[in-house]
């Protein structure tokens, strides 16, 4: 294929078993679609212009964004080249369709062939000669055959409406509303009576339960008994007089259920009931509630217990059919990190997956119907893995049913949580985006700086023993980078495609242990040269692995398992895998501990319980177990001289941050989050040590509202 061929029309063209549509911007991979965003798109219709020719990186760059826009080229040309050889199984190293040229731009090396586009138009006009030919009885079977085509479009007309956009409208303005977090299984849900929406909010740094007016978004705390930790709603009783609300402040995933009056009154707990959420029957006088892997009805004051249906993972995000005849539900797969919606007829038969192979891996959840039946919406990320958005797919009536989902929302934000309101087909949503700043404190002060202005779009880092070098998670796609820690000689070292959740740099500077999750995959421990190469997973094993840490000699690596709220039910256990024999060991008495931190003496591991209201110290000389300090524990982290933890208390007014000594002292305080300010951060996080054992955090900002479409309004 060449320019001219392209200019006479040529839109489609095939290469091995892809073919590309450049007019319509679609990549089939043996007849099935296979999702690619734009600019990588752009990137492939680039080269397949000149399919052998080196196309040069500022060709691309007036290609893909124009001549006039400011970008990091460089970086965000590696993200379109990174998802464009992803989306082809394609590998630099050993190119089958795109090579790289350094300094030069890139060439496209596959034999392309180009499909003609009039073939279609050719056959057409040859039937149609064919048929004027023909016989009177030929001249009466074509108007019987145009007049069911006839029908048959209008049918089609009427049930596939004109496809104009949803509006989407913003509800609350206070940025603060909290999201739903599925890693740490966090169902954070709106509710609403159709005049007001009751949600849960963020209020210095602690969850709030909060109502706004759905009329202009005014928004009020909700008064709640302080047991209730970190509120989350299950949902709103049919007649709207009660929320059914659950904390989330402690470590373990089955929580009290309380049942909150929305117009007044006190709270009341729902006795002998332990879950990690409810939803109301549809007689709004029992609850259906959520614990372990069962789905049981009982009363609303916990009475008359029975089982209705046992789940192959952990439900949630319980919704009823408008008739109360079907049930839809969320399975959260904690080992493979997915999500999958579920309906179940109300006596707890016929259980089935909705949206079988729909996405891969499934990323679908919250599933509501409308009030009246006709739509039902949930949250996907379906068209791209690394932002949800809102679908919807139309029930009713049959002539206009559509039994492929649509998508409701298009970014920026990411979209998520959504809920049905009474009244019509509004629908309430979640609308989130993060802004990340990295903050070390002042030598002998309380008060913090931002860290290095090159780390300006990092969200995570770490910096290396001997503090010449620091790694760092992109922001904006989660991709790990490494350089000196003035910004220069910076690398890429993973892809965007590997979630990362936190990386440790060996004793020697030159490798990193990486913590991190390929879709539908297990969290996995890798390793990592610091120069650059493929990640390599430590263990071969088919379970979750989290926090590793280096020990003295580089030689071995101590980690642990996730907590029960994100890997329910799987024993934990703390252990050290020798990285020359991958022998594993686990480190005695360590049953039901977790997130592992060796100290760079290599003479204790810190840990702690599954609940993390305390610290526990394991002496390697001894080998016994001591408690350092019994209050709330998040991001242990030692000092460079193994002197000293410094870690978070989360169950705390203000997360403060603590220093304590070893192996025996009292916590000290650091900071909390009004040492911060001016940063406006809601929310904020203990990720290292910058040299000088000065604590570094990550502030989080986001801008978190609520959003609200009309299905029937476009």
Not at 165 to 181: E, I
Not at 252 to 257: M, N
Not at 594 to 600: A, D, H, T
Request: charged share 20%.
């Amino acid at each position: 294929m060449n320019t001219e061929a392209a200019r006479n029309g040529a839109t489609r063209v095939q290469f091995g078993i892809f073919e590309a549509d450049l007019e319509a911007g679609e990549l089939r991979r043996s007849g099935a679609l296979v999702r690619l965003q734009s600019q990588p798109f752009k990137l492939l219709a680039a080269l397949l212009v000149h399919p052998g020719e080196v196309v040069s990186r500022e060709a691309l760059q007036r290609e893909l964004w124009g001549a006039d826009t400011t970008v990091d080229f460089d970086h965000s040309l590696g993200i379109a080249v990174n998802k464009l050889r992803e989306a082809l199984s394609d590998s630099a190293e050993n190119p089958r369709f795109v090579e790289t040229l350094a300094k030069r731009g890139y060439r496209f090396i596959a034999p392309v062939k180009v499909v003609d586009p009039h073939a279609s138009a050719a056959v057409a006009d040859s039937s149609a000669a064919k048929a004027r030919a023909g016989s009177p009885l030929g001249w009466w079977l074509a108007g019987c055959l145009a007049f069911l085509c006839l029908l048959l479009g209008l049918f089609l007309i009427l049930r596939q409406p004109v496809r104009r956009p949803f509006r989407v409208a913003q509800v609350t303005f206070s940025g603060h509303v909290l999201t739903n977090d599925l890693d740490v299984e966090s169902f954070s849900s709106s509710a609403s009576d159709g005049t007001r929406i009751y949600f849960s909010h963020m209020d210095n740094g602690n969850p709030v339960l909060a109502v706004a007016l759905a009329a202009n978004g005014e928004i009020s705390n909700f008064p709640l008994p302080s047991e209730i930790g970190a509120p989350l709603i299950g949902a709103l009783s049919p007649d709207g007089s009660k929320l059914v609300v659950r904390g989330h402040l402690q470590a373990e995933p089955e929580q009290p259920l309380w049942i909150v009056p929305t117009l007044g009154g006190d709270a009341r707990r729902v006795p002998n009931v332990l879950a990690h959420d409810a939803t109301w029957m549809p007689d709004g006088q029992r609850l259906l509630v959520a614990s372990g892997n069962e789905l049981t009805i009982a009363g609303a004051d916990g009475s008359d217990p029975h089982r209705l249906l046992t789940v192959q993972g952990m439900a949630f995000w319980l919704r009823w059919s408008a008739d109360g005849s079907r049930l839809c539900f969320t399975v959260r797969d904690s080992k493979r990190q997915t999500s999958e919606l579920w309906e179940v007829s109300a006596d707890g038969s016929n259980p089935h997956p909705l949206f079988p192979g729909w996405s891969q891996p499934s990323s679908e959840c919250c599933g509501n119907w409308t009030p009246d039946g006709q739509y039902f919406v949930f949250q996907s990320s379906h068209s791209d893995s690394a932002h949800s958005e809102i679908w919807v797919r139309r029930e009713r009536p049959w002539y206009l049913a559509d039994r492929e989902p649509r998508q409701v929302t298009n970014g920026p934000l990411d979209y998520q949580a959504p809920s049905t309101a009474p009244g019509g087909d509004r629908v309430y949503f979640i609308g989130a985006t993060s802004q990340y700043e990295l903050l070390r404190a002042m030598p002998k002060s309380s008060t913090f700086t931002t860290l290095d202005q090159n780390l300006s779009a990092a969200s995570l880092a770490q910096y290396s023993p001997d503090g010449k070098w620091i790694a760092w998670l992109n922001a904006s796609d989660n991709s790990l980078w490494r350089s000196r820690v003035d910004g220069s000689e910076r690398i890429q070292l993973t892809t965007p495609l590997q979630r990362i959740f936190t990386m440790k740099w060996s004793p020697d500077d030159r490798r990193l242990a990486v913590m991190g999750l390929e879709p539908g995959k297990p969290w996995k421990i890798y390793l990592i040269d610091a120069e650059g190469g493929k990640l390599t997973p430590v263990l071969n094993e088919d379970r979750n692995e989290a926090d590793p840490a280096w020990s003295p000699d580089g030689q071995s690596i101590v980690f642990g398992r996730l907590p029960d709220r994100m890997d329910n039910g799987q024993p934990k256990a703390i252990y050290l895998v020798n990285l020359q024999t991958n022998k594993v060991t686990e480190i005695p008495g360590s049953t039901g501990l977790f997130s592992p931190r060796l100290s760079p003496d290599g003479r204790f591991i810190a840990a702690m319980p599954l609940d993390q209201r305390a610290l526990l110290l394991f002496d390697r000389t001894t080998s016994r177990w001591a408690t350092l300090t019994a209050q709330g524990v998040g991001d242990p982290t030692w000092s460079h001289d193994s002197r000293s933890i410094y870690f978070q208390d989360f169950l705390d007014t203000g997360k403060p941050i603590y220093r304590i000594g070893v192996p025996t002292g009292k916590p000290q305080l650091v900071a909390t989050i009004d040492n911060l300010r001016p940063i406006a951060a809601t929310d904020f996080r203990l990720i290292g040590l910058a040299p000088g054992d000065l604590p570094v955090v990550t502030a989080d900002t986001p801008a978190v509202n609520l959003y609200e479409v009309d299905l029937n309004e476009r």
